[in-house]
């Protein structure tokens, strides 16, 4: 004998499942007109694959799968389809939802359809596939996609335990009792699938012990296989899927979690009906069994009844007295809702139609204070605090409400039962689930709104920055080819490149020796050049001369390049040339001077042969006064600028200058020129920045005053 265990709470309400069980199943037959709606299962809706007017067959798909969790919906017959519109359907919320409306043509015509005959041996993909094609799904109640359920373990666990529910706990309904009770080798059947698919170690079917005609059935069907029938005391609500799972293994799930979580996968009795009937009749679920029952129906029974069939439409079967009806309910009369109206359809979850009378299920008594009995919570499959919930619902504490574990209250009603106050406290948590819910989906948005802002915040922000650096590009692609073109077209060689031209003419004079090897033509060579020229004639010149006369040679050519550097530098200053060029000048002044006193003294001591003679008139222009020449025909050419004008050509000149000059620094690291030479470009080229920004200011100022 197996051990079995038990749930916390649970409360022992009268059954009522005696009227609806004396009758074999009926078929209820076609009804003129079916109507299916698309979202009969939990997940996205089906989307419509027919068109009005379009003729189908049974068992056609008219509506795929909308999603992963999602389900296709079948013609439950043949017929034609008659309207895609918005319906009134069996929904706590009474809300109309797009259904497919089927005018049958009484042919019950099926479409073409094979099942796996040789499913042992098919993989599991194509049995899920076939599962899911066939819009199987959860038939206890909760209509969750079979296929995703089967296929899926989001924690990743192994699954060592399959449970089969025919609990079928709730007053008032035995469809499961009937379908075990007459159908029971298509339980096996379905079952042996779902161990295939789930490969679990044991294989249990849980059946409470008020059916015993229905264990019997089932422990025939049974024989010779793995599975376990295992029978438990009545208690309500023992068809929960969790309070179930706990009966058979002793094992609880944690809140907030699944089944698998614990090993464990749970399916319906009819639903292991469905799955053989898809896999080896390749027959899609079209139909289910149905309880009609209450006292206002003459012949409460079960119903084999196409999906889609109104309720009206079955309760006219069953002699149904609309004078006696206190309510219609779907589902049982604990966790049942009321139905607004008999036309609605049965669906893939409509386990139950009750009709009860006043007498039957009077409404409830006027609701009285809470008197703190704490009769909800022992009556509480859960273990939750329902007074506490009651309370928190009431006050709209939402965050209490998940903090008690709001989400794991299965809403079988057992507190409202228990409760001598008469207070409908699932009623409180129905709307209170609704509205967490409402509120996390509105935050969700929010949130997705929130990132999407921010997200074209930071793309706005990107492409601005992307323009700007195309923009600076563009203008530094400009500016440079302005100084190439200026450079190109410029006679105009500054201080600086002529002072690195003279220092490389210099040095490679002196590793050349007397030797040149092309003399190019006067007019054609550079100052430094014309220097190198010059002093190399004057050693020429003096190659016969005595001691005393190069000696005074030396002193006369030292005073004139004292003489012409001194005027320079007055000039320079004058016109108020680059501080680079004042202190080049200052410097070599300074370097002339002991030449100078040396040339002096070797002179004196030669006696007067020696003494210098008056100097001659320089006819020759050298180059510092070419570039003051140059620098006064520039400023003669500004005078009829505007000031605007002078400041911009002042900003393009400077401009120039920094660019030659970082241009020259990178050209003489290269070459390895002196540090003297790359000293003074560093040092220039750091003197010519502020001047720059100045420069920059003036005209943005003067630009701006223009603009004022
Ligand atoms: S059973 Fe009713 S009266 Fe008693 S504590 Fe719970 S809510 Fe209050
Ligand atoms: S309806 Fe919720 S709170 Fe009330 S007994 Fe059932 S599970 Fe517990």
Same mark, same amino acid.
């Given at each position: ?5 038990? !749930? ?14 004396? +009758?074999?199943?009926?078929? *209820? ?16 809706? *089906? ?7 379009? @003729? ?20 439950? &017959?043949?017929? &034609?389809?008659? #309207? ?76 060592? &335990? ?94 907030? =979690? ?19 009937? #898809? ?28 999906? =889609?069939?109104?309720? /009206? ?23 049942? !809702? ?11 979850? &409509? ?66 039962? #228990?409760?001598? /106050? ?11 689930? *609704?509205?967490?819910? +409402? ?24 492409? #601005? ?65 014309? *220097? ?58 300074? @370097?002339?001077?002991? @030449? ?10 030669? =006696? ?12 020759? $222009?050298?180059?510092? +006064? ?37 241009? $020259? ?44």
């Amino acid at each position: 004998m197996r051990k079995i265990w038990d !749930f916390h709470g649970g409360i022992h309400p009268p059954e009522n499942k005696h009227q609806s069980l004396t +009758q074999p199943i009926r078929r *209820a037959g076609i009804p003129a007109e079916l109507v299916l709606p698309l979202n009969q299962h939990i997940g996205a809706p *089906a989307e419509p694959i027919v068109e009005i007017g379009q @003729k189908v067959l049974k068992g056609e798909c008219v509506a795929r799968p909308a999603g992963f969790i999602s389900v296709p919906v079948h013609a439950p &017959t043949s017929g &034609t389809v008659t #309207a895609v519109e918005e319906r009134q359907v069996a929904h706590p919320s009474g809300l109309a939802t797009e259904c497919i409306v089927i005018t049958s043509d009484l042919e019950d015509r099926w479409v073409e359809h094979a099942g796996i005959p040789d499913w042992t041996s098919a993989d599991k993909a194509t049995l899920l596939a076939c599962i899911r094609d066939a819009g199987i799904a959860g038939m206890g109640g909760a209509g969750f996609p079979t296929a995703v359920k089967l296929g899926v373990n989001p924690r990743g666990g192994s699954i060592d &335990t399959l449970v089969l529910n025919g609990t079928e706990c709730e007053p008032y309904i035995t469809a499961d009792h009937v379908l075990m009770r007459e159908r029971a080798e298509e339980v096996v059947a379905g079952t042996r699938i779902l161990q295939k698919l789930v490969e679990p170690k044991e294989t249990l079917l849980g059946v409470e012990d008020n059916k015993p005609d229905a264990i019997e059935a089932l422990r025939r069907a049974c024989e010779g296989t793995d599975m376990d029938v295992v029978v438990f005391p009545t208690k309500y609500p023992s068809g929960g899927e969790k309070q179930l799972i706990e009966i058979l293994t002793g094992r609880q799930v944690p809140s907030g =979690g699944l089944p698998a979580d614990i090993g464990v996968v749970c399916q319906n009795m009819g639903t292991a009906v469905a799955v053989y009937r #898809a896999v080896v009749h390749g027959e899609p679920l079209i139909s289910r069994i149905t309880t009609v029952t209450g006292e206002a129906v003459a012949q409460p029974g079960n119903f084999d009844v196409l999906l =889609g069939t109104p309720m /009206s439409f079955l309760l006219e079967l069953s002699g149904f007295s609309a004078d006696r009806l206190q309510r219609l309910v779907m589902g049982g009369p604990m966790m049942g !809702f009321t139905i607004p109206d008999a036309a609605v359809p049965v669906v893939k979850t &409509t386990n139950c139609i009750l009709a009860p009378t006043e007498k039957e299920l009077p409404p409830p008594p006027p609701a009285q204070p809470c008197i703190r009995c704490g009769l909800c919570a022992e009556a509480c499959p859960a273990s939750l605090l329902p007074q506490q919930l009651y309370w928190f619902s009431r006050g709209k504490e939402y965050e209490k409400l998940e903090a008690h574990n709001l989400f794991d209250c299965i809403e079988c009603g057992a507190c409202s039962y #228990a409760c001598p /106050s008469n207070i409908p406290l699932v009623q409180y948590y129905r709307a209170s689930k *609704a509205e967490v819910t +409402q509120l996390k989906r509105d935050q969700a948005k929010s949130e997705h709104s929130k990132t999407r802002f921010e997200a074209r915040q930071e793309r706005l922000q990107r492409e #601005a920055e992307e323009k700007e650096a195309q923009r600076r590009a563009r203008k530094e692609a400009a500016e440079a080819r302005a100084r190439q073109a200026a450079e190109a077209g410029s006679a105009e060689q500054d201080p600086i490149q002529a002072a690195i031209e003279r220092a490389q003419a210099k040095k490679a004079a002196a590793q050349e020796g007397e030797e040149t090897p092309q003399r190019p033509a006067v007019a054609q060579l550079d100052p430094a050049q014309l *220097a190198i020229e010059r002093a190399k004639a004057a050693r020429a010149v003096s190659a016969d001369q005595s001691p005393a006369e190069k000696a005074r040679a030396n002193l006369e050519r030292l005073q004139e390049r004292l003489a012409k550097s001194e005027a320079k530098l007055t000039a320079s200053r004058e016109q108020g040339a680059e501080a680079t060029i004042i202190d080049a000048l200052e410097a070599a002044i300074e @370097k002339l001077r002991p @030449k100078l006193e040396v040339a002096q003294q070797e002179v004196d001591a030669l =006696g007067d042969e020696a003494q210098p003679k008056p100097a001659p008139a320089a006819e020759e $222009k050298d180059a510092a +006064q070419l570039a003051i020449e140059r620098a006064q025909a520039a400023r003669a050419a500004t005078a009829d600028q505007s000031p605007g004008e002078k400041a911009q050509a002042n900003l393009e000149r400077l401009r120039q200058r920094l660019a030659k000059s970082e241009a $020259k620094l990178a050209a003489s690291r290269e070459e390895g020129a002196d540090d003297s030479i790359i000293d003074a470009l560093e040092a220039a080229i750091e003197k010519l920045r502020p001047k720059l920004e100045a420069a920059q200011r003036e005209v943005e100022e003067l630009k701006a005053g223009q603009e004022a």
